[in-house]
């Protein structure tokens, strides 16, 4: 659906962003992750054509962003970090008025905003003057602002940044039932675990340089199949757990031994291949295992590899 190409961008000297190369699928959630300064913002704003890229090209839906600017606007939404919104008008108002800037018809519009503000949770609020909006409703009213002329495409940058935990699971409810309405939609974040559990798939930036770019299922599967050289494991046994905590001390390539509620966390630096050696080390210390299992990877599994420079 989205393919960027060898994007490069400076400001006077400064490489904002450096050769970056990603695809994101069509339906896709994709959380664009990396500390403040990294790029995000400078990548989605070329995305949404409101910065030329320097060399390279990004193509939406077959559509470049250089060649065909015009179409790429009809095919997004953009929501950008800092939104402002007037005082003095009610909700309503202010979608029906971006419903005619994108000249959606008049006798469409009515219905249009009633479907916008059914889905982002506003219909209930509609009679409110926009200035008067806690921050988790505007956001929604700037994503229901995004959605008028039906983009195939929401790019999203920190929708999430400033939102309590309520107003954060709201947000990810939305874009869930955005993604079933057929949206690819990416979102940035400089929080990791605000992403972690939005997105299926992933891109981490560095510096204007992209670490790693893909489906999180895939990058889970690859990093498995590459035998990644450690692993996290839980360790469960009967009775007291201090005598399994001394018998892992006193073995080699081990670490990062932790011990919450009666579960023994640990690190083994060994592939896959090496736990039955190390399940039987632990039965001949007389450790009275009760189970050994992976602690399941995830984002901040794939974020720990790529920022250590496992997978590069
Ligand atoms: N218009 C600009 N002029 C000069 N430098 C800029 C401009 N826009 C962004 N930068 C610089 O480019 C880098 C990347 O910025 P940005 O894309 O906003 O990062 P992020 O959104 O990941 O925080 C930063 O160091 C920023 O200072
Ligand atoms: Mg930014």
């Known amino acids: 659906m989205i393919l960027v190409q060898h994007v490069c961008k400076t400001f006077r000297q400064f490489r904002a962003v450096w050769d970056l190369s990603f695809e994101i699928g069509a339906g896709d959630i994709f959380g664009f992750v990396g500390p403040n300064g990294a790029g995000k913002t400078t990548t989605m704003r070329m995305m ?41 008008v009610e909700i309503r108002e202010y979608l029906e008025f971006f419903a005619a800037a994108y000249r959606v018809p008049v ?9 916008i503000m059914e889905i982002t949770d506003l219909t209930s609020v509609e009679k409110k003057d926009v200035g008067t909006l806690s921050k988790g409703m505007r956001q929604r009213l700037c994503l229901a602002k995004t959605l008028v002329h039906d983009p195939k495409v929401l790019i999203l940058d920190e929708p999430a940044a400033g939102l309590d935990p309520r107003a954060r699971i709201e947000l990810r409810l939305l874009l869930k039932e955005l993604q079933k309405l057929g949206k690819t939609i990416i979102i940035s974040s400089h929080i990791l675990t605000e992403l972690s559990d939005m997105c299926n798939s992933v891109g981490i930036i560095e510096r204007g340089i992209m670490l790693k770019a ?39 390539d081990i670490g990062g031994i932790e ?24 039965l001949n210390r007389n450790v009275p295992v009760v189970s050994m299992a992976p602690a399941t990877a995830n984002l901040e599994d794939i974020f720990l590899d790529v920022t250590k420079g496992i997978i590069a």
Do not use: C, H, W
């Open 214 to 252: 893909g489906r999180i299922e895939d990058i889970l599967a690859e990093r498995n199949a590459t035998g990644i050289r450690q692993q996290k494991l839980f360790l469960r046994v009967l009775g007291s757990p201090d005598a399994a905590v001394a018998a892992l001390r006193s073995l080699p």
């Open 259 to 282: 011990l919450d509620r009666g579960i023994i966390t640990f690190t083994f630096m060994q592939p896959v291949e090496s736990n039955p050696g190390l399940l039987r080390e632990l």
């Open 107 to 115: 006798e469409r519009r009515q219905q249009l905003v009633n479907e």
């Open 48 to 88: 949404a054509t409101l910065l030329d890229p320097d060399y390279g090209d990004i193509v939406i839906d077959g559509v470049s962003v250089l060649d065909e600017p015009e179409a790429i606007r009809r095919l997004i939404g953009y929501m950008p970090d800092y939104v402002g919104v007037y005082d003095g």
